[in-house]
């Protein structure tokens, strides 16, 4: 079974960090490309950065650009983003995605961006960044 959990959320200050863990299940994340997006309440799900180990690419949306690093242990199956100077607008929820790569040089910016390309999620950890 296919399955991504996430954690590490929490409640923290403004400009403090956190590390958030996906942990994957049933299958090898190096054959995947796996992306974090965030969701507030009244807002639209969106795409903060992708990692893809067969391209060895990782993207990041502007909001978190130099703030927000993604990474991946395959030994532990594992993908990271670490997040760094946390503002009170990075308060969301927090999910991992992953699908099925495929084919080598397909990853772009858009693959960061489109959740309708995932076909496997977590359920979410919350994170809360006070002011």
């Known amino acids: 079974e296919v399955q991504l959990v996430e954690s590490g959320g929490g409640l923290v200050q403004a400009g403090e960090s956190l590390r958030l863990s996906c942990a994957a299940s049933?299958?090898?994340?190096?054959?995947?490309?796996i992306a974090w997006f965030r969701q507030a309440p009244g807002k639209e799900r969106e795409g903060i950065s992708c990692?893809?180990?067969?391209?060895?690419?990782?993207f990041y949306a502007n909001s978190v650009q130099g703030r927000f690093t993604i990474s991946a242990d395959s030994a532990k199956n594992t993908v990271y983003l670490q997040m760094t100077s946390l503002k009170p607008e990075d308060s969301s929820v927090y999910y991992c995605?992953?699908?099925?790569?495929?084919?080598?040089?397909?990853?772009?910016?858009?693959?960061?961006?489109?959740?309708?390309?995932?076909?496997?999620w977590g359920q979410g950890t919350q994170v809360t960044v006070a002011s």
């Open positions: 049933g299958f090898s994340i190096d054959g995947y490309t």
């Open positions: 995605a992953a699908f099925r790569q495929r084919i080598a040089g397909i990853i772009t910016r858009h693959t960061m961006e489109d959740a309708a390309l995932y076909n496997y």
């Open positions: 990692i893809s180990q067969i391209d060895r690419t990782t």
